[in-house]
């Protein structure tokens, strides 16, 4: 979790680590602390979803809640004039908010909570800076950085903490992919050959910053090559 976290807040310090503390909140930072911490709460209380309430009752349920209370904020900002232009790419935007990241998104998030745990599942909010890095690169023609690179691999170290998948009769401990991969689970071992590789410079599965360097008998530390993405990719096609 430090390491991915670690990642995440490369990405927002463009390297520079003296940024963080003069980071300037406003109102729009503080709105996205609190969806994250409510996100959080949300991603912890899946588990209290009572017995044979089914999922997609319970989506519902927090949809209708969620429109009760966004309709007085639309009325208001009707009454003071404000309308949705509407065109072929508001109504675009609009079916793909509501089908997407409303409805789909949140039928597999779920899902991924159910399957794995909470505390899993909430180690992939730190992968919001790698899409808006991505989204930014395709949409705006932005060009990244070495900054994001260095917390894209970061961010995918911590997120892959260890390369053994599930237990198995070699070895009995539990896998970090437990609950989905192995017999009758949702990736079936006896349909399926699974191979789990590790990110490439994490100190689990592959020679890391922690390992020793056969030149000193010391380990790399910040001596470690520094590695871009395009590694990482190439040794997992490989």
Known sequence: VVISLCGALTIVARGDPAVLAYLNLNAGDVWMLGAVLVWAIYTVGLAWRPAGVHPMLMLAAMTAVGLAALTPAWLWEMAQGRHINVSPGSLASLAYVGIFPSFLGYIFYNRGVAEVGANKASLFIH??????????????SEIPH????LGIVLIFTGMSPSAHASSSPEDP?????????????????RRYFVICINSLGSCF???????????????YRLHFPVLALEDVANAGMR
Do not use: K, N
């Open 127 to 140: 992968l919001m800076p790698v899409f808006g890095t991505l989204l930014s690169a395709i949409f705006l």
């Open 146 to 149: 070495w900054y994001h690179y």
């Open 173 to 189: 401990s539990p896998g970090w992919w437990e609950e989905i991969v192995g017999p009758s689970r949702p990736i079936d071992t």
């Open 205 to 219: 599965g592959s020679t890391g910053p922690s390992s020793i360097d056969p030149l000193t008998g010391q380990p």
